[in-house]
């Protein structure tokens, strides 16, 4: 099976094409010896570990090996035992996809992690899984990161054939202007930032396939694969979580309304916080918080995790300031902690620093607020170019 399994690793390799190299790559510590990536349907992880292969070892190196938990061999056949075969015949790297197919998975890859020293193992799985402190398996030997949908930033380099590097939140703060003025010296972001919007996020839009269609079906994925199957779910449950996220994406991004959600859907309150916890897991909503509340609180808003799908569950109705909100939260959220402020539509980063989507710029600007105009390319003073949020991953 060793054999057959190379073979394989070899043509996903040489049919590859030249994928658009994710930022993660080079965040990643790839001497470390157990790393999760953890991403949402769709965003690209299995071709993610492909490029690592392609990139470090040729596609006939035997020291590097691509395996799916989607292969019916794995459900007879022990994985440690593999991962032993594979070691003794050379091997270095296993890139193990969908390693949430599997049962007990934290269990198998702690016992290859202490069976085989020399092996490096790199593993994907749903955002729904538990990693580190959340595992006690794993909780000191593995490194997890999180492979997130195309940043606007990889959007426009691909689409304008530029070479954008990420800034980080104080850059763009302090230096929007000359940074806005460079980017555009070369292009108009502007031209690019609808069509990212619609179908940016998920690097499938670059198949010859109907984008929505696909989405739709990723969407239901995540909810009938990921949540239930994870979390052990029974059958029963799909459609009141279903009929939950339908509610949720169609009734605005303002504070739901907890009680009549679990009228609706026919369960008990906490039940449905539950629920709208697992969507969050799962990257279909964004939940956020008062600063100093947090889960199992209620929520201030809640909100899609990103504009593409507001689009599939919307079509022709979405909301253009809540579009502009929701493209925000999901560009900051990554390495911002992202919650209400007191002001009314007013974001609060890392618990300090104020954002303001404005459809128009007040006449008197508060001195604290960061002003976000989604109408402009470059802004002035405290006054910020939406799009260029999306050059923080």
């Known amino acids: 099976m060793l054999e057959t399994l190379f073979r394989t690793h070899q043509y996903l390799l040489e049919h590859l094409g030249e994928p658009i190299r994710r930022s993660l790559m080079d965040e990643i510590n790839w001497r470390d010896r157990l790393i999760g990536i953890k991403g949402c349907r769709g965003v690209g992880k299995t071709t993610f570990l492909l490029q690592y292969a392609k990139e470090n070892y040729s596609a006939k190196d035997t020291r590097c090996l691509y395996i799916n938990m989607n292969s019916f061999f794995f459900q007879t056949y022990s994985l440690v035992k593999f991962a032993g075969e594979f070691y003794k015949a050379g091997g270095q790297v296993l890139l193990i996809d969908q390693i949430f197919k599997l049962p007990n998975w934290s269990h198998v890859l702690h016992e290859c992690y202490e069976k085989y020293p020399l092996l490096r193992i790199v593993f994907t799985g749903s955002t729904v899984m538990r990693?580190?402190?959340e595992n006690p398996e794993l909780n000191g030997i593995c490194r997890s990161y999180s492979l997130r949908g195309f940043s606007f930033r990889e959007f426009l380099n691909m689409k304008a054939g530029l070479d954008i590097k990420p800034y980080t939140l104080r850059e763009l703060e302090n230096r929007h202007e000359r940074i806005a003025k460079e980017v555009c010296a070369k292009c108009n972001p502007l031209d690019y930032f609808m069509a990212y919007l619609h179908h940016g996020y998920y690097p499938f839009f670059l198949e010859k396939r109907n984008f929505s269609e696909n989405l739709l079906k990723t969407m239901n994925m995540m909810i009938e694969?990921?949540?239930l199957l994870i979390n052990q779910m029974e059958q029963k449950n799909l459609s009141r979580i279903k009929k939950l996220f339908f509610y949720l994406a169609t009734r605005g991004t303002g504070a739901?309304?907890?009680?009549?959600l679990a009228i609706d859907v026919q369960t008990s309150r906490t039940t449905t916080m539950n629920y709208i916890k697992f969507l969050a897991d799962a990257r279909l909503?964004?939940?956020i918080y008062r600063k100093g509340d947090d889960y199992p609180k209620k929520p201030a808003r809640v909100m899609m995790n990103n504009t593409n799908l507001m689009y599939v569950m919307t079509p022709g109705k979405v909301n253009k300031h809540e579009l502009m909100e929701t493209y925000?939260?999901?560009?900051?959220?990554?390495?911002?902690?992202v919650k209400v402020a007191d002001r009314?539509?007013?974001?609060?980063?890392?618990?300090?620093?104020?954002?303001?989507?404005?459809?128009?710029?007040?006449?008197?600007?508060?001195?604290?607020?960061v002003y976000v105009n989604p109408e402009i390319s470059v802004g002035e003073g405290q006054e910020i170019p939406l799009w260029m949020f999306g050059l923080l991953y």
């Open 131 to 133: 990693l580190k402190d």
């Open 225 to 227: 694969v990921d949540i």
């Open 256 to 260: 739901p309304n907890i009680s009549q």
């Open 285 to 287: 909503l964004n939940i």
């Open 328 to 337: 925000f939260q999901n560009a900051v959220w990554g390495k911002h902690k």
């Open 344 to 369: 009314i539509g007013t974001f609060l980063l890392d618990d300090k620093y104020r954002y303001k989507i404005m459809d128009s710029m007040p006449k008197r600007k508060a001195t604290d607020v």
